[in-house]
């Protein structure tokens, strides 16, 4: 079975240009998750799909990020414009409900580096 | 809000060592504690998964713990292997809830 599919791996990109990430999630997964992990820091949370709904875009910087996922399967991720303080990596994750436990399956990331 | 702490947030051990991983959190309402493996430019793998209702889960070489009323999850690792070099990272669920407050992790070096 596939896992969750990141691309590109590596960006690199000036500040104030735009950047877009996409995420092919594992098959038949209705939720989709987004997450901002900084250098020696866990994951945090920026949006949650549900289907091809944002339910939760509550830690979103709905000022310069944007998402969607159309379909409600493939999803991607916009930075416009990019920040020095964007550099990060981009998780996408993926999964389903089991009773209370939310299961997620993560992708290898993106590596997002603003100079 | 919950906070998540991993102490200490590097390890370096010889072949052979028996690895103690740490985790606190603050806020005992959890539904599950879980831990997961990061590798160098890879995704975040679920290692173990300890229900609220639960005190430990094994599989294999790794065992974890868990103490909701002291707000600390311990994950063991016998006999470390040179392919257990990863970041190990925890994860507290809140209760009825599906968001993960993550800690910043452990990175592990196994010296061959």
């Known amino acids: 079975e596939a896992g969750v599919v990141q691309s590109p791996r590596y960006k690199i990109i000036e500040k104030k240009q735009p950047v877009a990430f996409w995420c092919n999630p594992i098959?038949?997964?209705?939720?989709l998750y987004w997450y901002r992990q900084n250098l020696g820091q866990g994951p945090e949370l920026l949006i949650r799909?549900?289907?091809?709904?944002?339910?939760?875009d509550s830690q979103l910087p709905k000022d310069r990020f944007s998402a969607e996922r159309l379909k409600g399967v493939d999803s991607t991720l916009k930075i416009q414009p990019a920040e020095l303080g964007d550099s990060a990596v981009y998780l996408c994750?993926?999964?389903?409900?089991?009773?209370?436990?939310?299961?997620?399956?993560f992708g290898p990331g993106t590596r997002l580096t603003v100079t | 809000k919950q906070e998540v702490t991993q102490i200490p947030a590097a390890l370096s051990v010889p072949e052979g060592e028996n690895l103690v991983l740490n985790c606190s959190f603050t806020?005992?309402?959890?539904?599950?504690l879980q831990w997961f493996r990061q590798d160098p430019g890879k995704g975040l793998t679920s290692l173990l998964l300890?229900?609220?209702?639960?005190r430990e889960q094994t599989s294999g070489r790794l065992n974890a713990s868990l103490d909701k009323s002291s707000g600390r999850s311990t994950l063991y690792i016998a006999a470390s292997q040179p392919g257990d070099s990863a970041t190990y990272l925890c994860?507290?669920?809140?209760?009825?809830?599906?968001?993960?407050?993550f800690g910043a992790g452990t990175t592990v070096t196994v010296r061959a």
């Open positions: 799909y549900e289907n091809e709904e944002a339910v939760d």
């Open positions: 994750a993926s999964g389903d409900r089991r009773g209370l436990i939310y299961e997620q399956y």
């Open positions: 994860a507290a669920q809140r209760s009825n809830d599906y968001k993960l407050s």
């Open positions: 098959s038949g997964h209705n939720t």
């Open positions: 806020d005992s309402a959890i539904y599950n």
């Open positions: 300890i229900q609220s209702s639960q």
